[in-house]
């Protein structure tokens, strides 16, 4: 990793527990008992995203670049060029060094971005796989440096967001077709082999970072949540369960509260990256308008 500024957080994420989970529930997980979660995304790994890596999409830089995305980068690319520069950007991007870094610095948590491609690709898609040999690996290095990890579905087919960390830019397209939620629930059900047989590295599990509620049905958003805690109870009973509030306010919040759901966590995302009046905040006014959105 070139730096590792490029893993501080560059959004807020606040955790609110839901449904029945208990601080003994959550001995070890997002801040209850004796713990304070310090965590950082590992960004630009797993799901590329041109701002995190630009070096990546060098080549197309322009007024009107084409290639924005893992999407567009690997049909620009094939499949064949694609894997070959993925596997040299996966074996480099984070290393066991940066895991020891973050280890000593007093982190204790990552949230670990990966697409659905990583475990269902179509003929008709660009996407290339092999990462789930370095996600492993990366899962090593935690364990031995004491760290948990978030294992998070940023990406899923149709595009859950149209935001190029969905993994392809533009149209939502998530909810057209059953195809679609079903390939979903297909990934997450490999992340959740992934938690259990890491069952004391990976923490938690998100069912799918940041649905858009401007773009997508409210009921869709829920009737996937559910379906989707039962699919990853089924694999991995204990991991903790994290859903995005997909940006609906917090008088809101209390749809996501399902009764006979236990071990599951509302993620709320508060940018400071994106909005200009917070670009121009020093570090320590960061960190005061983070306490005060959690706060609020």
């Not at 007024?63 to 520069?85: F, H, I, M």
């Not at 040299?88 to 491609?117: C, F, M």
């Not at 508060?270 to 121009?280: E, G, P």
Request: proline letters at 5%.
């Amino acid at each position: 990793m070139r730096a590792l500024a490029r893993l501080s957080a560059v959004v807020a994420v606040v955790f609110v527990t839901f449904a029945g989970s208990s601080p003994s529930d959550l001995s070890r997980r997002f801040g209850y008992g004796k713990d304070i979660i310090r965590g950082v995304n590992l960004g630009g790994l797993f799901v590329l995203e041109p701002w995190i890596k630009p070096s990546l999409f060098k080549q197309w830089e322009g007024d009107n670049p084409q290639v924005v995305d893992e999407w567009t980068y690997c049909a620009a690319l094939g499949k064949n060029e694609c894997t070959s520069r993925l596997k040299q950007h996966w074996s480099t991007w984070v290393t066991e060094s940066d895991i020891a870094t973050l280890s000593k610095l007093g982190l204790n948590y990552l949230r670990i971005p990966i697409g659905y491609w990583a475990f269902t690709v179509k003929d008709d898609e660009p996407y290339v796989q092999g990462q789930i040999p370095y996600l492993k690996k990366v899962l090593d290095w935690m364990r031995k440096y004491n760290l948990y990890a978030v294992l998070d579905l940023h990406g899923v087919p149709g595009s859950q967001n149209g935001f190029d960390n969905s993994g392809k830019r533009g149209e939502v397209r998530w909810q057209q077709t059953q195809e679609n939620i079903d390939r979903s629930i297909q990934a997450l059900v490999g992340l959740a082999k992934i938690a259990a047989e890491y069952p004391n590295v990976v923490d938690a599990i998100e069912l799918v970072n940041e649905p858009a509620s401007w773009a997508l049905s409210r009921q869709g958003i829920l009737d996937y949540y559910k379906r989707a805690y039962s699919a990853v109870r089924d694999v991995a009973p204990s991991v903790t369960i994290v859903i995005h509030d997909a940006f609906f306010s917090p008088s809101d919040w209390p749809q996501f509260n399902v009764p006979g759901w236990s071990n599951v966590i509302l993620d709320t995302h508060t940018y400071h990256v994106f909005v200009k009046d917070r670009l121009m905040l020093s570090r320590d006014d960061h960190l005061k308008a983070t306490c005060q959105d959690a706060s609020n």
